[in-house]
T-cell receptor
């Protein structure tokens, strides 16, 4: 079973920030939090990952709570091209298997 | 960087035939590759993990004699669906990771339709 829970769907207005939450209350101390997204009929695309500290890259920001039991992916200025299913995954590293949950279907509205 | 390709992108075959899907890491050496299957409107389900030069580790419920995985080099893994049946029709996705890095990179997927 997946170690993460996410809301099944969210809407966001174009140009606004999209905040996608993820609960991972059973995460162990050395597990990373990964975020991927899947646009219809494509393979998942890596977005960002982190261990303890907040992370930011050109695509998004990742905020991890101090107890590491939850995190939020932030897309600062959502566009229509960000419409996708977003998956939050916890794993020891990229060389360990990922268990995908059901993800959050984000719909960016014009 | 970190590009993973799959070939073919789609394939249609007759029931009872075998189909081979290739997964290549184009710009890095992948010590570990993974194979997933995704049915319509469902999430990805891990089928197996393969490490270069060793036998694949299959997830519970995945028939290793039906889904043959070969990881003969650091840039290539293949999945062969043997004696395919319509219920094997699915979207097959591979991923690859580089030793001592944190991340898996996914291929674009292969859509298999068995008639």
């Amino acid at each position: 079973d997946a170690k993460t829970t996410q809301p099944p769907s969210m809407d966001c207005a174009e140009g606004r920030a999209a905040n996608l939450p993820c609960n991972h209350s059973t995460i162990s101390g050395n597990e990373y939090v990964y975020w991927y997204r899947q646009i219809h009929s494509q393979g998942p695309q890596y977005i960002i990952h982190g261990l303890k500290n907040n992370e930011t890259n050109e695509m998004a920001s990742l905020i991890i709570t101090e107890d590491r039991k939850s995190s939020t992916l932030i897309l600062p200025h959502a566009t229509l091209r960000d419409t996708a299913v977003y998956y939050c995954i916890v794993a020891l590293s990229g060389t360990y298997k990922y268990i995908f949950g059901t993800g959050t279907r984000l719909k960016v509205l014009a | 960087g970190a590009v993973v390709s799959q070939h073919p992108s789609w394939v249609i075959c007759k029931s009872g035939t075998s189909v081979k899907i290739e997964c290549r890491s184009l710009d890095f050496q992948a010590t570990t590759m993974f194979w997933y299957r995704q049915f319509p409107k469902q999430s990805l389900m891990l089928m197996a993990t393969s490490n270069e030069g060793s036998k694949a580790t299959y997830e519970q419920g995945v028939e290793k004699d039906k889904f043959l995985i070969n990881h003969a080099s650091l840039t290539l893994s293949t999945l062969t669906v043997t004696s395919a049946h319509p219920e094997d029709s699915s979207f097959y996705i591979c991923s690859a990771s580089l030793a001592r890095t944190d991340t898996q990179y996914f291929g674009p997927g292969t859509r298999l339709t068995v008639l």
